[in-house]
């Protein structure tokens, strides 16, 4: 029988390569309850709407060179990115808290605001500040891409950004490394789980080998 998490809303941020998915699926399955990806929402929003209603949205796929210009100007571009999908994504929020449905939702362009310590809706962010373990998490998931040491500097970069604005909300912000133990830390940090339920993640995850979630 499964621990039914006190939160309606688990939040899973952090810059790519940083090891969201893998954490966010086991504790889907440790709690039961779905995971929601921001991906999924952007392409939703891409399907139905035109690049003049929401340029931001659609700026990739429009402006496709623009991922090769400076790190720093790639990481402005995901911080708009992000500001603009945020009234998308609070919906979301908004729709499992009023439905009392819990989910978990996790992504790189999700923000921390919409989370509240102790209430329902939770948030927890991942940020590795290693450059080059992101461009070995890179290359352990994307073999064929070859190093990417641009995208993992760009990571490294918002993910900063993103960790600095879930310190300054109150949220939580977990180191992936030890990979061992990421998921036992993330379940402690956004609280609302039983003293049994984080040991058996613990106990779960030293069965588990050395490799990184993101990979």
């Known amino acids: 029988m499964r621990d039914l998490p006190d939160w309606r809303v688990l939040v899973v941020g952090g810059a790519s390569g940083m090891g969201k998915t893998g954490v966010s699926r086991a504790l889907a399955r440790r709690y039961g309850v779905p995971v929601v990806e921001v991906d999924d929402i952007v392409e939703a929003l891409l399907a139905v709407t035109l690049p003049e209603h929401l ?3 659609h700026f990739w796929r429009t402006h496709p060179e623009a991922a090769r210009q400076a790190p720093e100007s790639v990481v402005e571009r995901q911080i708009a990115i992000a500001k603009a999908l945020a009234p998308a994504i609070e919906a979301v929020v908004a729709n499992h808290v009023g439905t009392d449905t819990p989910v978990i939702l ?6 921390p605001e919409p989370a509240t310590p102790k209430g329902p ?3 927890v962010f991942l940020h590795e500040d290693d450059e080059r373990q992101v461009t070995a998490n890179y290359l352990r998931r994307e073999p064929e891409a070859g190093p990417q040491r641009q995208r993992a500097r760009v990571s490294v970069l918002y993910g900063r950004w993103l960790a600095a604005q879930a310190r300054a909300a109150g949220v939580p912000v977990v180191a992936p490394r030890p990979w061992e133990d990421l998921v036992g830390r993330v379940a402690e940090a956004v609280g609302g789980v039983s003293p049994n339920t984080v040991a058996s993640a613990r106990t779960a995850a030293t069965r588990s080998p050395s490799r990184s979630p993101a990979a």
């Open 121 to 123: 809706v939770r948030a």
């Open 106 to 111: 996790e992504g790189d362009y999700v923000l």
């Open 55 to 57: 340029p931001e949205v």
